[in-house]
Antibody, heavy 113, light 114 residues
Framework: EVQLVESGGGLIQPGGSLRLSCAAS????????MSWVRQAPGKGLEWVSV???????YYADSVKGRFTISRDNSKNTLYLQMNSLRAEDTAMYYC???????WGQGTLVTVSS | DVVMTQSPLSLPVTLGQPASISCRSS???????????LNWFQQRPGQSPRRLIY???NRDSGAPDRFSGSGSGTDFTLKISRVEAEDVGVYYC???????????FGQGTKVEIK
């Protein structure tokens, strides 16, 4: 059974940093393209970033230059390093795989002073 | 960038009756490989999204057969043949043909029971 488990969210002040993790089981992170998708409270889904099996990475314009996606193959874990956080980054962050067939339960990031 | 437009944004339905959601893209979603990467997701209240349909009309494992997808080019439709109480939630179309960005979602359609 495939499981994606996110962690690392929390309350952070504007300008701060957080690193989200997505631990995978029953699924090999390095062999697939993995995405981060976020959902602001009461809003729709917004794609954030992707890392392909070959290592190429892409970002939404809203996070480019501030967020970095990476993975640790030995830990079968996906990461999202988030710097210079803003109030508008407040959202539930999901990791997703296999063209959106697999999703984690999400981790909530709240950016507020 | 591709823009995905869903309608309606709110859909009150009667139990047992059909329902239909439209999704239009600002550009054709036919990929150079011949596939059309248009997916549909269901998000029940308090839950993560769940994919129901991939590549326009292919139902995912576990998705009830009352859900069906159709369309081509820029116009797509998700149909529920007979709405059940467990179908309440928000439905999103998503394109994965044009990148970057990799995925573009519609605004979502909220399905509720009358």
């Amino acid at each position: 059974e495939v499981q994606l488990v996110e962690s690392g969210g929390g309350l952070i002040q504007p300008g701060g940093s957080l690193r989200l993790s997505c631990a995978a089981s029953g699924f090999t992170v390095s062999s697939n393209y993995m995405s981060w998708v976020r959902q602001a409270p009461g809003k729709g889904l917004e794609w954030v970033s992707v890392i392909y099996s070959g290592g190429s990475t892409y970002y939404a314009d809203s996070v480019k230059g501030r967020f970095t996606i990476s993975r640790d193959n030995s830990k079968n874990t996906l990461y999202l390093q988030m710097n210079s956080l803003r109030a508008e980054d407040t959202a539930m962050y999901y990791c997703a795989a296999a063209m959106g067939y697999y999703w984690g339960q999400g981790t909530l990031v709240t950016v507020s002073s | 960038d591709v823009v995905m437009t869903q309608s309606p944004l709110s859909l009150p339905v009667t139990l047992g009756q059909p329902a239909s959601i439209s999704c239009r893209s600002s550009q054709s979603l036919v990929h150079s490989d011949g596939n059309t990467y248009l997916n549909w997701f269901q998000q029940r209240p308090g839950q993560s999204p769940r994919r129901l349909i991939y590549k326009v009309s292919n139902r995912d494992s576990g998705a009830p057969d009352r859900f069906s997808g159709s369309g081509s080019g820029t116009d797509f439709t998700l149909k529920i043949s007979r709405v059940e109480a467990e179908d309440v939630g928000v439905y999103y179309c998503m394109q994965a043909t044009h990148w970057p960005p990799t995925w573009t979602f519609g605004q979502g359609t909220k399905v509720e029971i009358k």
